[in-house]
Nanobody
Framework: QVQLVESGGGLVQPGGSLRLSCAASGLFFSINALGWYRQAPGKQRELVAGITSASTTNYADSVKGRFTISRDNAKNTVYLQMNSLKPEDTAVYYC??????????????WGPGTQVTVSS
């Protein structure tokens, strides 16, 4: 049973930074690709960033150059460093096990997510 718990969200001003964490259990963490996804009000969930078992990364165009995904296999944790935050980054952020080049979420049910609100 895969369990994923996100943390680190909060309220920040435009231009600020946050570091999200996702603690995983119930999977062979080191061999899985992982992704961060977000869902804003009224919009569909979208891939924000993905990272493979070899730590190659992929980013949505909207966050490229501002966000960095990383992983610590020893801690079974994946991170999302978010810099230069914009109001349009406001969303609930989720992590999940990802499959394939498109980083399709495949870890079963979504976790609780963590709310990121960017507002002045």
């Amino acid at each position: 049973q895969v369990q994923l718990v996100e943390s680190g969200g909060g309220l920040v001003q435009p231009g600020g930074s946050l570091r999200l964490s996702c603690a995983a259990s119930g999977l062979f963490f080191s061999i899985n690709a992982l992704g961060w996804y977000r869902q804003a009000p009224g919009k569909q969930r979208e891939l924000v960033a993905g990272i493979t078992s070899a730590s190659t990364t992929n980013y949505a165009d909207s966050v490229k150059g501002r966000f960095t995904i990383s992983r610590d296999n020893a801690k079974n944790t994946v991170y999302l460093q978010m810099n230069s935050l914009k109001p349009e980054d406001t969303a609930v952020y989720y992590c999940n096990v990802a499959r394939g080049a498109a980083y399709v979420p495949s870890g079963g049910s979504w976790g609780p997510g963590t709310q990121v609100t960017v507002s002045s």
